[in-house]
């Protein structure tokens, strides 16, 4: 009988070890698995902020191309209206000009 209990007891006991050494086997594997996942979404973290980081710039880049473009044809139609008004002008400021000049002649004279 004594024979028979430490047989039971020695294989409960083999059974509790088994137990133990797949409970650390397990936590091994699921602490590796984590691992694997916090790394893999660390690299989708990366992946998604440079991705973004591109949509960023292609969207500042698109946004200063834009705003260049409007300061340009804003600047070519001031150029424009005042070449205009400087046109419009031209033959009065001569006439100014050739007066002034004779009164200046005569004043001399």
Known sequence: MKTEVLKNIKATESEYQKMI???LAEK???SANAELEADNLV???I???EEYKK???AEARQNAAKKH???LAEGKRRASELKERGTRN???AA???VSRFKERLHAHS
């Open 21 to 23: 050494s797949d409970a």
């Open 28 to 30: 091994k594997r699921n």
């Open 43 to 45: 690299m989708k973290a």
């Open 47 to 49: 992946h998604d902020a």
């Open 55 to 57: 949509a960023k710039l």
């Open 69 to 71: 473009d409007e300061i």
């Open 90 to 92: 031209l033959g009065r």
């Open 95 to 97: 006439d100014l000009l």
